[in-house]
């Protein structure tokens, strides 16, 4: 038991490791990015920044009329060709954060998305970290068990 | 000592719904399941007039797509499978005019059935016409969830297939075997469920040599789904039809409340095929998510079939993934659990077996899934209700009301919640089953590792996929 609860210890610190040194967070910038939107997709698909960032988003649209919503963050604008959209916020809510098409442009619009990340992404890490937890525990908990 | 699920729930823990009088009355009443399959199909019938009318207009408007992939898949998913078994197959209308036809009638008993009522072939008595119905039902995904027309004809089609071969095939051959591409997953998830119909005392059927629930008499029909009521070891293919509460002479038919997964443990009827349908329904989940929820445009061009090649791609890797790769992976680390718990224990044993912690898994990973189509997508109902045909109606005037997308700041928090529920669930019912397995205790410790490990990278997997 005491050997198993040392072997927990020691896992978990080694998990920790990599958890401190990912969220070491750069100096807030202003960043202005630009993001076609085309059906049924965005380019680029993905837009990363970091905590704090002053983000502006310049959204282009190449054939139809589109929207881009950031969950969480709750803002949307949107483009049609020849009429960009804009939009700023401040990145203070770290994670992923879906960007979904916010004016209906076709048969696929639902699932026109993107992603915004902000790192770093304290919940996937906390999240892993809970998964490991999990397993280590379960498997403690059977060989305890197994003992008289 | 009983086992608990999760260390809480007795494995043998019951409480009779149907101990309730007003419930039994119900429940034993001719009206059940006519009335809610009428009321049902009184619904479809607005589902299908939507999606004949909608054409090829944007599914997000249309009431046949939003009920049937929004409203539909979401209540049975999150609610109707958990808690309720195979619900949907009592009160499901899409097979409603093949067994009235072959009753001659609605609720009136007809024990002998009109048609040809040809026996199922006993070597297609299985799941592996579904799983390939499926996978290649979701070949379609790209249209049938985005374009009324085909949500129509998917519709259609398992009317007519059903009125048909249940001319041909006695009884529910069409929805046991046959033709409805969601009735496997509903049989294999099902056996999670929080409920259960079973025979009260064993003993009494036992003792009853005319087995009135399988031949039927007069006050109800043979059961439909060709099983023994009183039998019954797993939810996995009782449809819910309730004929043998009207058959029983005793009384002795019950619907249960149990621990959930429960089903997962009995070590009887376990399969290859059920096994594959684990494997489908997961990889389905993951290959929905990056179509649906994904970034990749390209990956929606391919189910979108914007060209040939790339529609063709999409089906063979999305087969390659669900059919071998899955499997294939999986397979390492159960030949894992072979070497390190028993070389004794037939490694198709093992595999089939532990199969199994999949079901939770899978049914976890799908209501995960389902947020994020629940919280961003559900308003549109609102629109669709108050103008269900897209003809300028405003019903209940909400036909204006805009997309609203709600708790999709929190969205992931729920779906990290649930797959982390499901991960402990899994390792719960993984070693059980490891015990079942293996012979001896240590061995079902060792044996159960690669597998608890397999389950944990498929969770970390999924929580990066949907959140990370």
Same mark, same amino acid.
């Given at each position: 038991m005491?050997?198993? !609860?040392? %072997?927990?210890?020691?896992?978990?610190?080694?998990?920790?490791?990599?958890?401190?040194?990912l969220?070491?967070?750069?100096?807030?910038?202003?960043?202005?990015?630009?993001?076609?939107?085309?059906?049924?997709?965005?380019?680029p698909?993905?837009?990363?920044?970091?905590?704090?960032?002053? @983000?502006?988003?310049?959204?282009?649209?190449?054939?139809v009329?589109?929207?881009?919503?950031?969950?969480?963050?709750?803002?949307?604008?949107?483009?049609?060709p020849?009429?960009d959209?804009?939009?700023?916020f401040?990145?203070?809510? #770290?994670?992923?954060?879906?960007?979904?098409?916010?004016?209906?442009?076709?048969? %696929?619009?639902p699932?026109?998305?993107?992603?915004?990340?902000?790192?770093?992404?304290?919940r996937?890490?906390?999240?892993?970290?809970?998964? @490991?937890?999990?397993?280590?525990?379960?498997?403690?908990?059977?060989?305890?068990?197994?003992k008289? | 000592?009983?086992?608990k699920?999760?260390?809480?729930?007795?494995?043998?823990?019951?409480?009779e719904?149907?101990?309730?009088?007003?419930?039994?009355?119900?429940?034993?009443?001719?009206?059940?399941?006519?009335?809610?399959?009428?009321?049902?199909?009184?619904?479809?019938?607005?589902?299908? !007039?939507?999606?004949?009318?909608?054409?090829?207009?944007?599914?997000?408007?249309?009431?046949?797509?939003m009920?049937?992939?929004?409203?539909?898949?979401l209540?049975?998913m999150?609610?109707m499978?958990?808690?309720?078994?195979?619900?949907?197959?009592?009160?499901?209308?899409?097979?409603?005019?093949?067994?009235? $036809?072959?009753?001659l009638?609605f609720?009136?008993?007809?024990?002998?059935?009109?048609?040809?009522?040809?026996?199922?072939?006993?070597?297609?008595?299985?799941?592996?016409l579904?799983n390939?119905l499926?996978?290649?039902t979701?070949?379609?995904?790209g249209?049938? #969830?985005?374009?009324?027309?085909?949500?129509?004809?998917?519709? !259609?089609?398992?009317?007519?297939?059903?009125?048909?071969?249940m001319? @041909?095939?006695e009884?529910?051959?069409?929805?046991?075997?046959?033709?409805?591409?969601?009735?496997?997953?509903?049989?294999?998830?099902?056996n999670?469920?929080?409920?259960?119909?079973?025979?009260?005392?064993?003993?009494?059927?036992?003792d009853h040599?005319?087995?009135?629930c399988v031949?039927?008499?007069?006050k109800?029909h043979?059961?439909?789904?060709?099983?023994?009521?009183?039998?019954?070891?797993?939810?996995?293919?009782?449809g819910?039809?309730?004929?043998?509460f009207?058959?029983?002479?005793?009384?002795?038919?019950?619907?249960?409340?149990r621990?959930p997964?429960t089903?997962?443990?009995?070590d009887?009827?376990?399969? =290859?095929?059920?096994?594959?349908?684990?494997?489908?329904?997961?990889?389905?989940?993951?290959?929905?998510?990056l179509?649906m929820?994904?970034?990749?445009? %390209?990956?929606?061009?391919w189910?979108?079939?914007?060209?040939?090649?790339g529609?063709?791609?999409?089906?063979?890797?999305?087969?390659?993934?669900? =059919?071998?790769?899955?499997?294939?992976?999986?397979?390492v680390?159960?030949?894992?659990?072979?070497?390190?718990?028993?070389?004794?224990?037939p490694?198709k044993?093992?595999?089939?077996?532990?199969?199994?912690?999949?079901?939770? !898994?899978?049914?976890?990973?799908?209501?995960? %899934?389902?947020?994020?189509?629940?919280?961003?997508?559900?308003?549109?109902v609102?629109? @669709?209700?108050?103008?269900?045909?897209?003809?300028g109606?405003d019903?209940?005037?909400?036909?204006?009301?805009?997309?609203?997308?709600f708790?999709?700041?929190?969205?992931?928090?729920?779906?990290?919640?649930t =797959?982390?529920f499901? $991960?402990v669930? *899994?390792?719960?019912?993984?070693?059980k089953? *490891?015990?079942?397995?293996?012979q001896?205790?240590?061995?079902?410790?060792?044996?159960?590792?690669?597998?608890?490990a397999?389950?944990?990278?498929?969770?970390?997997f999924?929580?990066?996929l949907?959140?990370?």
């Open positions: 005491k050997n198993s !609860m040392k %072997f927990l210890i020691m896992v978990l610190v080694l998990l920790a490791i990599p958890i401190v040194i969220a070491q967070t750069e100096e807030p910038k202003e960043k202005v990015i630009t993001i076609n939107a085309q059906q049924f997709s965005y380019t698909g993905t837009v990363e920044v970091n905590r704090g960032d002053r @983000v502006t988003i310049r959204l282009i649209s190449t054939d009329h589109h929207g881009l919503y950031i969950d969480g963050y709750e803002v949307s604008t949107d483009a049609r020849g009429q959209g804009s939009l700023t401040v990145a203070n809510n #770290t994670g992923k954060f879906v960007m979904r098409c916010s004016v209906t442009c076709g048969p %696929f619009h699932y026109m998305i993107g992603y915004l990340k902000v790192k770093p992404d304290y996937l890490f906390g999240s892993i970290w809970l998964a @490991v937890g999990i397993f280590i525990s379960s498997i403690l908990l059977v060989i305890r068990r197994q008289p | 000592m009983t086992e699920i999760l260390g809480l729930f007795p494995v043998d823990w019951r409480f719904l149907t101990s309730l009088p007003y419930v039994r009355k119900i429940i034993k009443s001719r009206w059940m399941p006519f009335l809610p399959i009428v009321l049902n199909l009184s619904v479809f019938t607005i589902i299908l !007039m939507a999606g004949f009318v909608g054409g090829v207009s944007a599914g997000n408007y249309n009431f046949g797509i009920f049937v992939w929004i409203v539909w898949w209540l049975l999150m609610v499978v958990p808690f309720f078994s195979r619900i949907w197959c009592m009160i499901c209308p899409l097979p409603a005019f093949g067994e009235w $036809l072959q009753r009638g609720m009136k008993v007809r024990n002998k059935l009109f048609g040809l009522n040809k026996k199922w072939p006993k070597s297609l008595k299985n799941m592996w579904v390939f499926f996978l290649g979701t070949y379609t995904t249209f049938l #969830t985005t374009r009324p027309i085909a949500t129509f004809i998917l519709l !259609m089609s398992i009317i007519i297939g059903s009125i048909v071969l001319v @041909v095939f009884k529910r051959n069409f929805c046991k075997y046959i033709g409805c591409p969601v009735g496997g997953f509903l049989g294999l998830y099902s999670m469920a929080v409920t259960e119909i079973r025979a009260k005392n064993p003993q009494i059927c036992k040599k005319h087995k009135d031949i039927g008499n007069e109800g043979a059961c439909p789904w060709m099983i023994m009521p009183f039998d019954i070891g797993r939810n996995t293919y009782c819910m039809c309730l004929e043998c009207k058959t029983c002479p005793y009384d002795n038919m019950a619907i249960n409340l621990p997964a089903d997962l443990l009995v009887k009827n376990r399969g =290859l095929d059920e096994a594959w349908k684990a494997f489908i329904m997961l990889g389905i989940a993951i290959f929905f998510f179509i929820q994904g970034n990749m445009g %390209f990956l929606k061009d189910a979108n079939a914007k060209t040939t090649e529609y063709l791609t999409f089906v063979v890797l999305h087969s390659i993934f669900n =059919l071998l790769l899955i499997p294939g992976v999986f397979f680390f159960v030949y894992a659990s072979h070497t390190f718990g028993s070389k004794e224990i490694l044993k093992l595999f089939t077996n532990f199969s199994y912690t999949l079901v939770p !898994m899978g049914l976890i990973a799908w209501i995960a %899934f389902s947020f994020g189509i629940l919280f961003p997508n559900s308003s549109y609102l629109h @669709v209700i108050s103008d269900p045909f897209a003809w109606w019903l209940f005037g909400t036909a204006h009301f805009p997309w609203t997308p708790l999709t700041g929190v969205m992931p928090y729920f779906q990290i919640g =797959l982390l499901g $991960l669930l *899994s390792l719960d019912i993984g070693f089953i *490891s015990k079942q397995t293996f001896k205790r240590d061995e079902a410790v060792r044996g159960f590792i690669p597998i608890a397999f389950l944990t990278v498929v969770t970390i999924l929580i990066w949907f959140t990370g």
